[in-house]
């Protein structure tokens, strides 16, 4: 398997932009997750799904950020209009529950967003 | 909040073990105790997890105290790329469920030549 895949690795963009990030998960797996990570705030989780439905946006950081998944291999998370301060490494990762109700979260490379 | 307390930092030597200690002192009956690692530029990577027996793998050993309030990461032979921060997490697991994982500032262990 060739992991959670995200695109893109890198993306720089100007203040008002809209910047879509896109993660496929690790085939089989029901949950997928989206993180962010900065040096000030650490690793956060933003939002995850299950079976594709959304669980928890609690982590959503506001109105500007949405995120979907029209089926199993495919999530997308957008920023609109984009900040400075959204500057950050997005993590996604993906995970299928054991019959004990543990989990093993994968997390892909990350796409590394500078917003100018 | 992360329910952990990690030390922010510790260094080994090549190929010696590392002990990195994790205090979660007020973990739930029903909580697993995860270790995560990221090593720099990467996304974190699943070490371990166990709920109240000692545990191992491939990549490394956990030893959890009987009372649970703390737990102990062991790389046996730690090698130059081991160098990463290392993150002890504590999460309830529900039948069929998923719960969040809270990253905390986790340990950044440094192996040195």
């Known amino acids: 398997d060739a992991g959670v895949i995200q695109s893109p690795r890198h993306e720089v963009t100007e203040m008002g932009q809209e910047v879509t990030l896109r993660c496929k998960p690790i085939s089989g797996h029901d949950y997928l997750f989206w993180y962010r990570q900065t040096m000030m705030r650490g690793l956060e989780l933003l939002i995850y799904f299950n079976n594709n439905v959304p669980i928890d946006d609690s982590g959503m950081p506001e109105d500007r950020f949405s995120a979907k998944m029209p089926n199993a291999s495919f999530s997308t998370l957008k920023i609109q209009p984009s900040e400075p301060r959204d500057s950050a490494v997005y993590f996604c990762a993906s995970s299928s529950t054991d019959r004990l109700g543990a989990d093993t979260q994968y997390f892909g490379p990350g796409t590394r967003l500078t917003v100018l | 909040d992360a329910k952990t307390t990690q030390p922010p930092s510790m260094d080994c030597a090549e190929g010696r073990a590392a002990n990195l200690p994790c205090n979660h002192s007020t973990i739930s009956g029903n909580e697993y105790v995860y270790w995560y690692r990221q090593i720099h530029s990467q996304g974190p990577q699943y070490i371990i997890h166990g709920l109240k027996n000692n545990e191992t793998n491939e990549m490394a050993s956990l030893i959890i105290t009987e009372d649970r309030k703390s737990s102990t990461l062991i790389l046996p032979h730690a090698t130059l790329r081991d160098t990463a921060v290392y993150y002890c997490?504590?999460?309830?697991?529900?039948?069929?469920?998923?719960?969040?994982?809270?990253f905390g500032k986790g340990t950044k262990l440094t192996v040195n030549p």
């Open positions: 997490i504590v999460r309830a697991s529900t039948q069929g469920g998923s719960e969040k994982l809270v």
